[in-house]
Nanobody, 124 residues
Framework: VQLQASGGGLVQTGDSLRLSCAAS????????MGWFRQAPGKEREFVAA????????YYADSVKGRFTISRDNAKNMVYLQMNSLKPEDTAVYLC??????????????????WGQGTLVTVSS
């Protein structure tokens, strides 16, 4: 599967953004999807993940209550709605996929497929 993330940009503290990730292929519904982020000089960190049906979601503590992950299997899309953005949310955001219906992964090593990332910059 190939992944293409979009929707990043420059926003101010407190603003909202919605990231999108488009996936190729006809078996999208068989994949767990995740969003990760990587700030300059820092390791890639987990943000959110969603199981194949959308029925189970997981979030990093740092974004819980502010970010929402969702998916539309009919459109091969996964989204990350980001509200109440903070400067510490500044990073390149990447979507990831792995073919499984039996788990939701929060560890980046579990994901086989990665998109190219979209930059989110939150100014103070």
């Amino acid at each position: 599967v190939q992944l293409q993330a979009s929707g990043g940009g420059l926003v101010q503290t407190g603003d909202s953004l919605r990231l999108s990730c488009a996936a190729s292929g006809r078996t999208f519904a068989s994949y767990v999807m995740g969003w990760f982020r990587q700030a300059p000089g820092k390791e890639r960190e987990f943000v959110a993940a969603i199981n194949w049906s959308g029925g189970s979601t997981y979030y990093a503590d740092s974004v819980k209550g502010r970010f929402t992950i969702s998916r539309d299997n009919a459109k091969n899309m996964v989204y990350l709605q980001m509200n109440s953005l903070k400067p510490e949310d500044t990073a390149v955001y990447l979507c990831a996929a792995d073919r499984t219906r039996s788990a939701v992964y929060t560890d980046k090593v579990e994901y086989e497929y990665w998109g190219q990332g979209t930059l989110v910059t939150v100014s103070s």
